[in-house]
């Protein structure tokens, strides 16, 4: 079905004694012609034809007033291509397509090519099954490996004679080859995939040759071939030295934004903050873990393995410094993977570095609020890298193997911190079965599942060996799996004032409300637009169906806001007129965050002038920790009544109780209240620290009955340090 345009489409395609073919050949590409506006052309270049090739066009040209012939200077192939983009360029196309006279490529695949010509800057064919023979194939091959070694690029097909091209993407290239160059499709192929420009590979069907004979034979083709290497020595030495420019500072960039970020975490040891709850117990159990405790048996949180494991080894580390690592690793692949995501609609490095950082704003609001080492920030370098794979899949037909191995590996890591953090692989891998299935990509869907499970599997099984062998797999069940519903369901009431809560931030909304203008919109990409639309309502979804308002949940969001704003600038980029639209939104956008990146200078400055952000529970827990000194040696363990991890951190102490904290746990499942007081009166901890707001008679009477002196409290907050008996030291 043809499509009502206005672009111009210039179909070219190169001749050379097709006397048999040409006739038929042409007439069937002229059909195509009318996909495009009037202005559109077919057009043949045609030089030392020594048979009755070019008598025959001139007869055609009397019947099709749109075709037209371009008498080059050279017989040869690859000039005559370049003579004919360049004449395309120069008379106004906006699509270029190349095609060859012999009949070979089949004009009906043309359309499906056509209707996506918005959705990529280049299409080009793949013949995977090739009708001229296993010999031609072998050549194709050669070239494809040589392509690899000179400028590593991996191509299966790179001269297929079947290519649709902007007029953007060609005019970008085609002046860096010279004007009478042999091989112009195969370097083209090259210069695109090397700088990763928005093209996609098709599969072709490619027909023997019926009639004619062909222009190049083997001594032609090793000749060229051998001259060609030279001239791939000089293309590298440019595509070396044309690296999107300004990639290496987008790197460094990053890298500053990511360290600068944990920096003013609240633990970060030139900071003097008090550290934040969530990552006071992990990093608690990171340090049980090294004194030999397994979690879910020795230890209690309900979080996933992993979250441990990462703690664990952040501790082993540096008792106070190694967290950082990890923190800052999580920051750096975040940003990276999501300013990959972002140049798959835009090509300018400094545009889509500067947008990632705008579009990364929510996290570093979220993250000050939070203080830093939390379970999201760990999950978000995986779920970015997730939706990069399946975007990609769903931009350029499939996806390698490596990379659906890498995206199962995230998903497990996922899995192995919080369940419903997921959202992405839900989403996205049931649209995967369904658009395999619907193809009949069979062997390929074999492939990605086949992948994504040595993936998962790699994460999960040394996780679930680990956890067999230190008989904590049943303790892991019940806590991590049964205890996670009963804490999920305690307070789905307020699911839809946690939806409201984090939809107070307008970049999020203005997200979704893109990837709702996108399924509306994007006709030739509707299907990955609905898939992307649901995957985010999935993932405000599950991040609020604890109905608990706690800040960090919302991290998991901001990944998916770059896609929709990345497209929606790529389609205001695209017509000159709309620019000023384009730099409106930039503005926009800025004056938004602007105060976040403020914030995040200041509290900087803060953090190197040592400035302490509450001096007062600084005070509170140093005073603490001078009882704990004065009471206790570091082998000795105590006991914290409330949830204050971070009294075991600053006093440098192990807990006396799996349950390092007991609130909100014990208010959620009451027997952990049973269970910690049994373990505390068994272990009889010297020194025990009650945190103010949880002052409570239940704690007055066992301390009561249990022989605690209280040595001292403090005023402001109500926080409580008891003594064994009548200690002295």
């Not at 206005?6 to 195509?32: C, G, H, S």
């Not at 991996?154 to 091989?183: E, I, W």
């Not at 599950?542 to 960090?552: E, I, L, N, V």
């Not at 190197?608 to 529970?617: G, H, Q, V």
Request: hydrophobic residues 45%; glycine residues 6%.
């Amino acid at each position: 079905m043809k499509s009502s345009t206005d672009d111009a489409l210039f179909i070219v395609m190169p001749a050379y004694n097709e006397e048999e073919n040409i006739e038929q050949v042409v007439t069937d590409w002229m059909r195509k012609i009318e996909y495009g506006s009037k202005k559109s052309r077919l057009v043949v270049a045609d030089s030392g034809s020594s048979d009755e090739t070019h008598k025959i066009l001139l007869k055609l040209q009397k019947k099709f007033n749109q075709l037209e012939i371009l008498e080059t200077a050279n017989q040869y192939h690859g000039p005559k291509v370049m003579a004919l983009y360049r004449y395309a360029l120069k008379n106004g196309a906006d699509f270029v397509f190349q095609t060859d006279s012999d009949g070979q490529t089949d004009p009906s695949e043309f359309e499906e090519f056509w209707e996506d010509r918005y959705k990529y800057n280049g299409i080009i064919g793949e013949r995977k099954v090739r009708g001229d023979g296993k010999s031609r194939a072998f050549v194709e091959k050669a070239v494809c490996f040589l392509l690899r070694i000179f400028f590593g690029v991996k191509l299966n097909d790179a001269n297929a004679p079947f290519r649709l091209m902007s007029s953007d993407l060609l005019k970008k290239y085609l002046g860096k080859l010279p004007t009478n160059y042999d091989l112009p499709n195969i370097i083209l192929t090259a210069y695109f995939v090397r700088f990763n420009e928005n093209i996609i590979f098709k599969e072709i069907k490619f027909a023997p040759r019926i009639a004619g004979k062909n222009s190049i034979n083997f001594g032609k083709i090793f000749k060229i071939g051998l001259g060609s290497l030279w001239s791939f020595w000089k293309f590298r030495r440019d595509m070396n030295g044309n690296e999107p420019k300004g990639k290496f500072a987008i790197i460094t960039l990053f890298a500053l934004v990511a360290g600068v970020l944990v920096m003013i975490s609240s633990a970060f040891p030139w900071n003097g903050g008090v550290e934040m709850t969530d990552s006071s117990v992990f990093l608690t159990v990171g340090r049980q873990m090294k004194e030999g405790a397994v979690p879910y048996v020795d230890s209690f949180d309900h979080k996933g393995p992993l979250m441990y494991v990462i703690n664990f080894f952040a501790v082993m580390i540096n008792e106070t410094k190694g967290i950082f690592v990890f923190e800052f690793l999580a920051v750096f692949m975040t940003l990276w993977y999501m300013y990959k995501i972002f140049r798959f609609k835009n090509n300018n490095v400094w545009f889509s570095g500067l947008m990632t950082l705008i579009l990364f704003t929510p996290f570093v609001n979220l993250y000050l609020s939070e203080g830093g080492n939390l379970t999201e920030q760990y999950a978000m370098p995986f779920i970015t890298y997730a939706l990069y794979v399946f975007l990609r899949y769903f931009l350029e037909g499939k996806v390698s193997s490596i990379k659906t191995f890498w995206a199962g590996i995230g998903l497990a890591c996922v899995l192995m911190m919080r369940v419903n953090m997921a959202g992405v692989w839900l989403v996205f891998g049931l649209a995967v079965l369904i658009r395999s299935i619907y193809k009949k990509e069979f062997s390929e869907l074999w492939r990605y599942i086949r992948w994504f499970l040595i993936g998962v599997f790699v994460v999960v099984a040394p996780i679930a060996i680990w956890l067999l062998v230190n008989g904590a797999f049943e303790a892991f069940v019940d806590t991590y799996i049964k205890f996670n519903i009963f804490y999920s369901g305690n307070e789905t009431d307020g699911i839809i004032s946690a939806i409201l809560f984090f939809m107070k931030d307008i970049t999020i909304v203005l997200g979704l409300c893109l990837s709702v203008f996108l399924v509306v919109v994007k006709k030739e990409e509707r299907f990955m637009a609905a898939t992307y639309l649901v995957t985010f309502i999935v993932c405000v979804l599950t991040a609020c169906m604890s109905g608990r308002t706690y800040p960090h949940y919302g991290m998991v969001l901001v990944p998916l806001i770059v896609f929709p704003f990345a497209t929606f600038c790529h389609d205001l980029n695209r017509g000159e007129n709309r620019k000023p639209i384009l730099m409106f939104l930039m503005v926009f956008l800025i004056s938004l965050t602007f105060g976040t990146w403020l914030e995040m200078a200041n509290r900087e400055v803060d953090t190197l002038n040592k400035k302490l952000r509450n001096p007062e529970a600084v005070a509170t827990t140093s005073e603490i920790c001078k009882y704990v000194d004065k009471y206790t040696i570091a082998s000795d363990k105590i006991s914290v009544y409330g949830n204050w991890d971070y009294v075991y951190l600053r006093c440098n102490r192990l807990p006396a109780s799996k349950y390092s904290y007991q609130f909100p746990i014990g208010e959620i499942d009451s027997t952990i209240m049973d269970e910690y007081f049994e373990e505390i009166k068994k272990n009889k901890p010297k020194v025990f620290v009650v945190q103010g707001i949880y002052y409570d008679e239940t704690i007055k009477e066992f301390l009561g009955l249990h022989n605690y002196t209280e040595k001292w409290v403090e005023g402001n907050t109500g926080a409580r340090v008891y003594v064994l008996g009548d200690l002295e030291y």
